[in-house]
């Protein structure tokens, strides 16, 4: 069986997928490549890794490379994945895939060109939150899906200089995605409101004046969701969350990112709606489908026992954004071998990435209705 050569390219973020693809069966080797020198070495020296790269170009002229993934500043995801794929690899990224719909037009046109895989590491896919409401979805427990919200609330100020004054729904992939997958059906429209005050210095680099932005969006089975993002002066605790309302019972996330799914039944409420049954739901660990090297990292660092694995797998605390960042890797090196579409394919990935961009383009526009372009 053959094994994937991968170089992962951003030792920020992207340090914690590296022990993952290390330890995959189906990986011969996993590189880095990050223009810190200094950061790149520490990163790797710490985990063993001994291929490192002095330039990109180097990493994509390397015969041995199958696949890269991108997880370096937002304005280089697009021309990455665009020379991965011209150079033949296959190409996993971080989010969002591109800040403009011509940027997402280049990376279809490469995929489509060069036939290699291409997947957004959209890590609110595979948090144990989504996994066990997708779960419910699937037996029928929600009933059918009525509406949905989604939300990311994240302060960025002091992150590095490209994140500064960025238009919030140019992020907004984790808000969007997880309802996008419930409600499934493409997303056709979008209406956005751009709201507050940013203060003059922030508006410079995007000429962005909105720290919120609250959205509506069509899907083309005639659901219906809100999504809002917050990136600048609004005080809110930090959270990536989705809500989902079925004709017999709904979830909606905690007020905090750590907090669990709260259930409500409709069934068992009294004939004129009072007394309507709510529980606190436990997600649970999700890690069976995961080959068993990889499945600690599903965990929060230090929560891994050798002695008793399935105990602190299943009781563990979870580890980066819910646990998600093996099923990722696992996801985006099976689809390779396989041969086949990744679960988050291009299709999707487009959708999401340009629902954000033109809900912007709608809040600078007042509001005006824009429709989602096929890609
Ligand atoms: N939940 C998620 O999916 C999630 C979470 C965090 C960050 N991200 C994404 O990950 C990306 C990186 O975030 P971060 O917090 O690690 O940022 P960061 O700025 O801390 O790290 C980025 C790294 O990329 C390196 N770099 C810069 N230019 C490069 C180049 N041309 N080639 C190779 N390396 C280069 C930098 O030296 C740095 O080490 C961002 O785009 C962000 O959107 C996603």
Not at 228 to 251: C, K
Not at 308 to 335: I, N
Request: charged share 20%; proline share 5%; with cysteine.
């Amino acid at each position: 069986m053959k094994k994937l050569g991968v170089v992962l390219c951003g030792a920020g973020f992207g340090s914690a997928f590296l022990p993952i693809y290390r330890d995959h069966p189906d990986v011969k080797f996993v590189g880095l490549f990050d223009t810190d020198a200094e950061k790149m070495k520490q990163a790797a020296s710490h985990l063993g890794l001994t291929r490192l790269y002095g330039s990109y170009r180097e990493v994509l002229s390397d015969p041995e490379v199958d696949a890269v993934h991108i997880v370096t500043p937002i304005p280089l995801h697009e021309e990455q994945a665009v020379l991965a794929l011209e150079s033949g690899r296959h190409c996993a990224s971080t989010v969002p895939m591109s800040m403009t719909i011509d940027g997402i037009r280049a990376i279809v046109k490469a995929q489509k060109e060069s036939g290699k895989t291409y997947m957004l590491m959209e890590t609110t896919l595979y948090t144990r939150q989504f996994l066990n409401a997708w779960g419910l979805y699937a037996s029928g427990e929600l009933g059918r899906i009525q509406l949905l919200r989604g939300c990311h609330y994240q302060d960025m100020e002091n992150w590095p200089e490209h994140w500064m004054g960025l238009p919030p729904m140019y992020y907004a992939t984790h808000a969007m995605s997880p309802i996008a997958r419930l409600a499934g059906a493409r997303i056709e429209r979008v209406v956005c409101y751009g709201s507050g005050q940013m203060r003059p210095a922030l508006r410079c680099r995007y000429g962005n004046p909105f720290p919120a932005e609250t959205a509506l969006l069509r899907f083309e089975n005639g659901l219906a969701a809100e999504v809002t993002r917050t990136l600048f002066e609004t005080a809110r605790a930090y959270l990536e969350g989705f809500n989902v309302y079925g004709s017999r019972a709904s979830l909606e996330w905690g007020f905090r990112d750590a907090d669990d799914l709260i259930m409500t039944r409709l069934e068992s409420a009294d004939h004129r709606g009072f007394g309507t049954p709510v529980q606190t739901l436990r997600s649970p660990a999700a890690y069976k489908n995961l080959p068993e090297s990889i499945r600690r990292y599903t965990l929060a660092a230090g929560s891994y026992d050798e002695t008793q694995p399935e105990k602190s797998l299943s009781e563990g605390a979870a580890g980066g954004h819910h646990g998600s960042h093996p099923h990722l890797v696992h996801e985006f090196v099976r689809s390779i071998l396989e041969e086949r579409e990744p679960a988050i394919g291009l299709e999707f990935a487009c959708n999401v990435s340009a629902a954000g961009i033109l809900a912007h383009a709608s809040a600078l526009a007042g509001g005006k209705e824009i429709e989602i372009p096929r890609f």
